[in-house]
Every structure is written in C-alpha cells, then in structure tokens.
C-alpha cells in the first residue's frame, strides 16, 4: 500500500471526504493490543473458576467463544466504532461510504476472520492488506468496510507564528499547498530536518537579504498564503477560519459527548454537521490550505459517524428475522441449499454405508485411536453414554458445543471465499467424517447408544451445517461468476445475503449445543422416547423452513349474485 493512499468517500449530503486506511502495522499492533485483552479477561476467569466445577468450566468456554467471534462486534457497534486496540492506535471500521459500520457488515468482517487467518496467523489476510491500495482484508471486502485512521479534529492553528512575508513572486496554488503543509510539520520535526527541507523549497522563498534562515522565511511564506485570498475567493483562509472556528468547536464538543455517551443535544448536533458539511465543501471549492480543509475532513467525519449511527436491533426486530427473514432466505436460496445438502449426504450415505460393512474402514481413515475414542463412549448400555465425559457435567459439555459446533459452522460459511473450495471441502469432510462413524458404529454392535444420543440434535446440528456450507458457496459463486458486477462489488451482495443465513446458522447449533448437553446425554430417558422427540424435532426444522413466514394468501372473494338467481 501506498503510504499516500486516501479512499474517497462521499456523504448523503454530496461531501466528498478523504478517508486514510491504516496498514498493517498499525492493525497488527491492535491485533496484539485487543489479544492480550481477551486472554487476560479468560485468564481472570479461569482464576475465579478453579474449583467451582462444571458450570463454571462451561461458562469459561462459553466466554472463550464469545470473546473470539463477537468481541470485535460488540465494540464495533459502539459509538467510537473501534475495539480498545484499535482506540489505542487511533483507528476506527467504517463502511466503504463512511458511515458508521452496520451489524451486519460487522458480522461478516469477523466471521471471515476464519478465512483470514489461513493458512496460519493471518497469512491470507496480511497478503490482502498489503496487495491493496485500500489495505483491506478479505473480510473487509465482503463486508464493504475499511479500517482507517481516526484522527480528532485539530481546531486549533496547525501554523507557528511567524512574521508574514511576501514572496515576491506569483506563486500557484500547487506551491502554496505544499508550503503551507510543510509549514504545519513543523513541530514534528527537528529543527534541523526541517530546515533542510526548506532549504529544497528555496525558489519558492525570497531572499530576504538578512541572512534570515530557511525555517523562517518559509514559516513567513505560508503565513502570507493563509492571509491571502486565494484567485478571488471571497474570504482568506485565515479569516475563514476565524468566522467559523466557534461552531466548529461547539461541534466537536458535541460529537464527543456522543461518544462518550453523554447528554447531548442531537438536533443542534445535526444542524452544526450540516453546516460544517457546508463549509468542508467551501474550503475544497477555494482550494484552502491543504491543512484546514484536512481539518474539516476530520470533523465532518467524526460527526457524520455520530449522526448516521444505525439504531441497534430491537426485539421486533428479531421476531422479523427469526419468524420471516431467516427461514425465507432459505427458501429464496435453495439452490445453493439443495448443493450444500447433496455435498454434504452422499458422503455421509455412501462412507455410512461402506463402514457398516466393513468395520475397519473407519479405522484406516480417521485413525484407530479416534475410533477407539467413539468405541469407549457408546460400548455397552444405556448407562455408559457420557462414560468418557470427565471434563465436567453438562454445563462443561455446553460450553464446549457452542465452542466447537458454532466454530465449524462459521468455518464452512468463511472459507467460501476461495472460490467455494473451502466450503466444498469443509461440507464434504463434515459428511464424510459423521458417515464413517455412524456406519462403524453399526458395525461395531453400538448403533442403539449412538443413534439414540445424536438424534434429537441431529435435526438441528445436521441442517446448520448444511446451510453454512450453503452460505459459503454463496459468495464463491459469487466470486467466480459476477455477472455484470465487478467481482468486489457482487462479493458484497452475496455475503449481505449470505450471511442472514449465517445468523439463523448460529441460533440453530445454539439451540442443538443444549438439546446434545441436556437432553441427548441423558440417561434416564428411555431411546424410544428420544426418537419420538427426535423425529418431531425434524417435522419442525422442516416445516418451520419450508413454510414459515410465507404471506397468507386472502380468500378468494365471493362472487356476487346476479340478477336472474
């Protein structure tokens, strides 16, 4: 990435505002910032917990998940936008527009950190960042985000005093903004480096025949250029500055308290935005000092952030999507479904099959200590399933199943990104892998302690699978056929769509990581009892997919009588 690079964004009111993405290395160190946070948060808990049994050691997992996955939701639907690494580094995730990142845009970013992450330590998404002029990684170009510099509205003078002074020539605008940017370096540099530098600037600088140093006539120069008024511009910079640097400080008080979370007034707030907007365009149109109008950039931003902030979801609006949205989008993407399910149930029947035949089949393939794993388990009768549970009780189990199951889920959905290869891979292995282990148990005489412990869950893990899989092939259809898009650009429909079904994915497995830790490994429950529960867990999954939240059709009206009847 260029270390110039800006990525233009224009707001609803027609500003167009430079927005810098961050590199690597300052993501890097919030990655390293936010990490060390999480585990230091896990690392308290496992204290608190040692000792307190299974309900402890499973709320531990379950934090563990939540901090891996919706850690960087939770902050990025703040009012600041950023995680505390990425507050530390001055950072902030926008949508590619500007505006505030929407949940949805969060979620994918984050869920596609699987796919980032490969082949190890963010290999996949580092070469992304560092290939794009934008420096985004694979998650922010499906969501349509950009992580950028955050940088606080600096209302006070960028320029040293000095004595202005007259060039003594015409100079262009291209001139006066790079003496002017120079002139606002120069309390960062050391004075040494930074009259090198204006020494390079000498044709631009007269000759004050005093033997006045480069620092000072080039500190003079800029001031003459800020007094000026540029090509018949109405008002100087300077005095532009000055007409309008009250609003601009009671805004920027505003959208602090904004996010800060503070009492404050969101009408004046709004007014002042619109205004700011309008001097920003001003200041562009006049062509101003590059360090005012950079300045303003920083405020519009800021403000515009706090003013277009999406409203958080509500109950209705989680009835809407759970009733509605989610079993409708299934239906809407069947195609992509009816893929997943075939990938996913011919390796599951054909290697169930082989290895209820040939009971060593398993053996060669997932290895005779994992076998022998599933063996120990579900070997005898009823009161040997959950033998080999010595992890905890069923609050343990629970954490674990929402740890791994949901994990997997996301898997198959992120590593659709690859052209679809890794959600095919990943739905392939899933099917294969259950198949194998179902036949041997078969084979092995343990089919009775098997079948009867997986399925209830079954109805709600199996189908989750499948449909991550489907959102996964998704966006590498998405990927590998753009149609009249550009590839970005269908990428980011796909996976808005895509991951609606990610959502339902997640309440899915949630609810099939308590029915497997409560109910499944139960061992009071007779098996014929829990095929019953069972079978009517898979009418529902069924019907609640294929009918729920179809529009109700009005009966068709009565035709009126006529005359002769």
């Known amino acids: 990435m260029r270390l110039d690079a800006a990525h233009p964004s224009e707001t609803p009111e027609g500003i167009f505002i430079a927005l810098r993405p961050a590199g690597i290395m300052a993501r890097s160190l919030a990655y390293l910032v936010d990490w060390l946070i999480r585990w230091a948060i896990l690392a308290v808990l496992f204290t608190f917990a040692v000792g307190l049994g299974g309900l402890a050691q499973g709320l531990i997992l379950i934090a563990y998940f939540l901090l891996e996955w919706l850690y960087p939701v939770a902050f990025e639907m703040t009012r600041r936008g950023a995680t505390p ?47 794009r002029r934008d420096s985004k990684r694979l998650g922010d170009m499906a969501a349509g985000t950009l992580v950028v510099f955050d940088q606080s509205a600096d209302l006070d003078g960028k320029l040293p005093d000095a004595a202005i002074l007259d060039p003594g020539r015409t100079l262009g605008l291209s001139e006066q903004a790079v003496i002017v940017a120079l002139a606002g370096r120069h309390g960062r540099l050391t004075p040494q480096r930074f009259d090198e530098l204006a020494r390079m600037a000498g044709s631009a600088l007269p000759d004050t025949g005093d033997n006045a140093s480069a620092t000072r006539r080039l500190l003079g120069v800029a001031q003459w250029a800020v007094d000026r008024h540029p090509y018949g511009a109405p008002q100087a910079p300077r005095q532009f500055e000055i007409a309008h640097a009250s609003g601009w400080a009671e805004l920027d008080n505003l959208v ?5 979370g503070k009492r404050h007034d969101g009408a004046r707030l709004a007014a002042l935005y619109r205004r700011a907007c309008g001097h920003l365009a001003l200041a562009q149109s ?28 509500g109950r209705q609006a989680l009835a809407r999507f759970l009733l509605i949205d989610f079993p409708q989008a299934v239906r809407t993407h069947w195609r992509y479904v009816l893929a997943s399910a075939l990938l996913f149930s011919v390796p599951l029947l054909a290697l169930g099959v082989a290895a209820a035949l040939d009971r060593d089949l398993a053996s060669h393939i997932l290895g005779a200590s994992q076998v022998r794993e599933y063996d120990d388990m579900y070997r005898g009768g009823a009161q040997a399933l959950g033998r080999k549970r010595d992890a905890g009780d069923d609050w343990t189990m629970f954490g674990f199943y929402i740890m791994n199951n949901i994990g997997i889920g996301f898997q198959c959905f992120a590593s659709g990104i690859f052209a679809g290869v890794g959600s095919v891979f990943y739905i392939v292995y899933n099917g294969a892998s259950i198949g194998l282990i179902g036949g041997y148990m078969v084979a092995a005489g343990h089919a009775g302690n098997f079948y009867s412990f997986v399925a209830t869950h079954a109805a709600f893990e199996l189908t989750a699978i499948v449909l991550s899989g489907a959102a996964g092939l998704m966006i590498g259809h998405a990927w590998l056929a753009p149609g009249t898009l550009t590839r970005l650009e269908s990428l980011k429909r796909a996976a808005g769509q895509a991951v609606v079904l990610v959502y339902g994915v997640a309440a899915m497995l949630l609810i099939a990581a308590a029915v497997e830790a409560f109910w499944s490994s139960s061992r009071w429950i007779e098996p014929n009892v829990k095929y019953s529960v069972a079978a009517a867990c898979w009418l529902l999954v069924i019907g609640y997919l294929g009918w729920q939240g179809r529009p109700r059709r009005d009966p068709a009206p009565m035709e009126a009588p006529h005359a002769g009847d």
Not at 89 to 101: A, E, H, K, Y
Not at 104 to 131: E, V
Not at 298 to 308: G, N
């Open 256 to 260: 602090k308290a904004a996010q800060d």
């Open 85 to 131: 690494g990425k507050r530390l580094m001055g950072l902030r995730v926008v949508m590619d527009t500007g505006q505030p990142v929407t949940l949805s845009a969060s979620l994918t970013r984050n869920l596609l950190r699987a796919a980032d992450f490969l082949p190890g330590f963010y290999g996949a998404g580092a070469i992304a960042i560092l290939l």
């Open 286 to 313: 006049r062509a101003y000092p590059a360090y005012l109008v950079r300045r303003l950039e920083s405020l519009v931003q800021r403000a515009h952030t706090v003013v277009y902030r999406p409203r958080g979801a």
